[in-house]
């Protein structure tokens, strides 16, 4: 396995090559570096940090600034995925100058690869700004968490005609005006075959099935480290929490036992260094 950083070319090729493409986000040094070691290809530094890390109950509180903080650690975490980070709310839906300004200054302050926006035929022209300029952009259809109180809630998006159509228009749109990528959230999966099969850039799937370039989820989902409510398209492939409940536990049982630290984690000095201090 190659050492050098994923390009736009290489994750284009592996579409061509019918070889899926795996995506997990990251937010910060050690699980970049974990994802990274384990060969994902994508890492997407969400602003589902507002949820997964800030515990805020939407992303619409996370600024540029904390995009910028964390993206920076996943960059120096990672060798070889191609890096992505997340544009929030309000940083690229105002104009064009606006979205190319804050789009540089991620990719500046972080060393990212490319950003990702929501939205459709209301962002073409932020887009095509940002990939005139040389910077990555990719797309986010269906299920836009920074509008989901417009689209009535987190709910599966284009389950009818019109919706539906939307999307794969949409899709089109954001190809033409330069994106390498698109993400396709909480779709049928016959819409986002059809997506796929039509755009010649790589779709990564999150709830919108198996016939898609590649997959998505947040790394938290991955290792099982929520215990409520899943949502249907996450698959839990680890049960992270409990271990580190039990090792949390097993460390606050031997401290007030007094089993730890014991002679093999403790240092020691002379008995004549300790006489010396003592006089």
Not at 173 to 178: K, V, W
């Amino acid at each position: 396995m190659s050492s050098e950083r994923l390009t736009t070319l290489d994750l284009k090729e592996m579409k061509k090559r019918k070889e899926k493409i795996t995506m997990v986000t990251a937010y910060d040094y050690p699980t970049a570096q974990l994802l990274d070691e384990a060969g994902v290809e994508f890492i997407l530094v969400g602003d589902s940090l507002g949820n997964v890390v800030l515990g805020y109950d939407t992303t619409i509180a996370v600024t540029l600034n904390d995009m910028i903080h964390h993206g920076k650690a996943v960059v120096r975490g990672s060798k070889r995925a191609f890096v992505v980070v997340d544009m929030p709310f309000l940083t690229y839906q105002v104009n064009s100058e606006d979205a190319l300004r804050n789009a540089g200054k991620i990719i500046q302050e972080t060393g990212a690869q490319g950003v990702k926006l929501e939205g459709g035929l209301e962002i073409v022209e932020a887009v095509r700004s940002i990939t005139q300029a040389g910077i990555p952009v990719v797309g986010h259809l269906g299920l836009t968490p920074q509008s989901a109180g417009q689209l009535g809630g987190f709910k599966v998006q284009g389950k009818d005609p019109t919706v539906a159509k939307k999307i794969m228009e949409d899709s089109l749109l954001l190809e033409e005006a330069g994106a390498f990528s698109l993400v396709l959230e909480c779709v049928p999966w016959q819409l986002a075959k059809a997506i796929s099969e039509r755009l010649s850039i790589p779709v990564i799937g999150i709830g919108a099935g198996k016939f898609c370039d590649g997959q998505v989820l947040v790394f938290h989902d991955i290792m099982g480290l929520y215990t409520g409510k899943r949502p249907k398209f996450v698959k839990q492939y680890a049960q992270a929490r409990s271990v580190m409940l039990k090792g949390i536990n097993d460390y606050i049982s031997e401290v007030k036992q007094g089993l730890f630290p014991d002679e093999k984690h403790s240092f020691t000095m002379s008995e004549e260094v300790l006489a010396a201090v003592l006089e």
